[in-house]
């Protein structure tokens, strides 16, 4: 079986599998009330949500993990082998692609845990930002680790214009910070996670495939098919943090797998954008004592400004569209593709 009827199947199973759980998840979900409480802050449009089920994101899961098994299974009963194919170092290979799955899902367990705790508690808080973070952190850590062992400790990573650059301890430094903030610009992103992983997949797709990594190929249309599926359901489910940790955790994994973290910064750009402006939105309380939007993350202050969401997931789009696009042609110009 080729590689390209394999993708295929992956993109077609997390589409299906995806769109189908939401006839059965969306009424249990709402069957043991996990509507997530909102508070008198919150922007309109999230409370228009408030009587929505939340942790829409399992199907998310569901649907990407079903798409990568079916996947492998079919290939391996075929005899191809995806996920190393044309690959000198398969090991290496076979070690990204499942620590990074389980990276992924070691995110989604502290994102349920998380909603879990906002359904529960009657002020509709989950867990603290410091126990979040802490989680986020030695996940990450744990990542890092699995695929130090991968590269027979000799971590290496894509620079553009540089090349190949061989990291030695700065790959634990770069790691234990750029993973953390990805993921919380990620979880800041929320009730948009699932057009915004669709882009992400699409253009980190196209570099897994200029840079015949079928492997990553494999991941990126697993969850760019679980993520249309979910956008059929999206007006009657949110996504939860147990989606958007999961999301952030799989295309990061991807961008490892494929060699070049550094893409993350303009393929999915809006999460940099929500992430800067999160940063800069904390130095300024912390400076002048007084909040610098009418609220928080970035997408909520201009709902609160008058822009309806429409438009603000359209900008938000261009914007996703724009980086992708910038991240592929910087790659190629900075010599990443074979």
Known sequence: MSNISVVVLAAATGLVVTGVSGFTAIPFLRKVNFGQITEAL???WYKSK???PSMGGIMIIIGTLSAV??????DKLSGGDIIASGSFTPQEMYTK????????GAFALAGAVDDYAGITNPSGIGLTVSRKHTAIFFIAVSFLLSSYMGMQGEPYMFIPFVGMVTLGFFYWIFGAIFIPAYMNAVNLYDDFCAVNSLLTCVFLGIASVLRENYGALLLCVSLAGASVGFLLWNKKVKAGNV??????GMTAAIAYFIGCPLILILCGASYSVIGICEIIRVLYYKANGKSLFRAYPLQYHLEECGMKRQKIIGIFTVIDIIGGISSVLL???GGFFK
């Open 331 to 333: 790659l190629r110009a």
């Open 97 to 104: 692609f499942w620590s990074g799955l389980m990276m992924a």
């Open 50 to 52: 408030l009587n929505i």
């Open 42 to 44: 919150e922007p309109k």
């Open 69 to 74: 098994v079916a996947a492998i299974v079919t």
């Open 243 to 248: 989606g958007s940790l999961f999301v952030g």
